[in-house]
């Protein structure tokens, strides 16, 4: 049955974010729709309001939850009504050459429905009747949400709903990129520039995997704080400690092992190549401009051997990832609950957002 659900919504570009009284339609085929616990507020829901992620407005954000099924639509049996889930933005069809080789991530079907869901059309109308497009193919900052079962994880209905959603996306992606894409070994060096949302999972991912030095960078104390918190050893504020790159490679005896751009600004993905040792991975987790670039020396290429890749939502492969991550919480080994550092209403969603951007919060999240 349709529902009335209250939802944060991106109306016009460099506009604050509003809340408004939307209808979510039931579920069709092999699709599910989800009363929502949580949602986490990413800095990605920002940077779709902005243009820097582009997506046509107008939009329902929200791409980190978990929450209960409430309705499954029909051919759904990954799922029933009650169970408790996680979202993943990506559906995983399961088909394409991407998920048929492990990379699920990389999802054909996924990068085609990234503002409806898989079929190319939406779930959600506004008062006036007008269709409002699913950001990231999901809008999970609303009461409810219809999403295609490939969207959702089947999660133990014991963890805490705040601690589950953000598995979603900020400790999925850099957690992930940590163990997944850069496969960090135990002993490594690493330095992660930026310690927001993503670059706290990222650290305490290169905690998990054994990493000997993990050299945090930034340029707000606050955030450096927090870094020391989730496990890093040391930590860079280029604004009084000077240039990031010369201190991490002193730090690290000539370079790092691994080094994580984790802010999306060419400025520190060049930092983050030029921070690795010979041999070493540069791994790009931030998102960029569409029209930014970067500039490298090409002549020591052959010869330092370093790896420069992009990590997309930490390598996920979300239905062997997502109940391991939550395994790690449950051992102690990954703090989920720490990263919580405020909750909001529905209604308290703008201060949510003004809230990120102040760097106030390791996350914040919405409680339904
Ligand atoms: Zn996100
Ligand atoms: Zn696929």
Redesign the pocket.
């Known amino acids: 049955m349709a529902k009335q659900s209250k939802a944060v919504v991106c109306r016009e570009l460099n506009k604050p974010v509003v809340v408004e009284e939307v209808t979510i339609a039931s579920p069709k085929r092999n699709e599910v729709m989800i009363k929502m616990k949580a949602c986490?507020v990413?800095?990605?829901?920002y940077s779709a309001t902005n243009g820097t992620i582009p997506m046509p407005p107008p939009l329902v954000l929200g791409?980190?939850a978990a929450g209960v099924i409430e309705e499954v639509g029909e051919g759904v049996t990954d799922v029933q009504v009650g169970d408790t889930v996680v979202v993943s933005?990506i559906p995983m069809c399961g088909k394409c050459r991407y998920c048929a080789s492990g990379r699920p991530q990389l999802c054909d079907v996924a990068a085609k429905a990234t503002f409806t869901l898989p079929d190319g059309t939406s779930r959600i109308t506004d008062k006036s009747g007008n269709t409002l497009n699913h950001f990231?193919g999901v809008s999970v900052m609303s009461e409810y949400a219809t999403v295609h079962q490939d969207n959702v994880i089947k999660i133990e209905s014991d963890i805490p709903s705040t601690a589950a959603a953000l598995v979603g996306?900020?400790v999925m992606?850099g957690v992930g990129a940590a163990l997944n894409t850069a496969k960090v070994e135990p002993g490594a060096t690493v330095v992660v520039f930026g310690a927001g949302?993503?670059g706290l999972n990222v650290i305490q991912g290169c905690a998990v995997a054994g990493a000997e030095k993990i050299i945090a960078v930034d340029m707000e104390d606050k955030k450096l704080e927090f870094a020391r918190n989730f496990g890093a050893t040391h930590t860079i504020n280029p604004g009084t400690d000077g240039d990031a790159v010369a201190k991490a490679i002193e730090l690290t005896g000539g370079g790092a092992d691994y080094a994580f751009e984790c802010i999306g600004l060419p400025a520190t993905i060049t930092q983050s190549y030029n921070a690795i040792a010979k041999g070493g991975t540069a791994v790009v987790v931030g998102v960029s401009k569409l029209t930014d670039n970067v500039t490298l020396g090409t002549f020591l290429m052959p010869f330092q051997e370093k790896v420069l890749t992009g990590s997309m939502y930490g390598s996920a492969r979300p239905r062997v990832d997502f109940p391991r991550l939550l395994n790690l919480y449950r051992g102690n080994r990954l703090k989920l609950d720490e990263l919580v550092t405020a909750t909001y209403s529905i209604d308290d969603a703008p201060r949510a957002f003004e809230d990120m951007l102040s760097g106030v919060n390791a996350r914040g999240v919405i409680v339904f």
């Open positions: 986490g990413c800095h990605s829901d791409h980190e933005w990231a996306c900020a992606t949302g993503i």
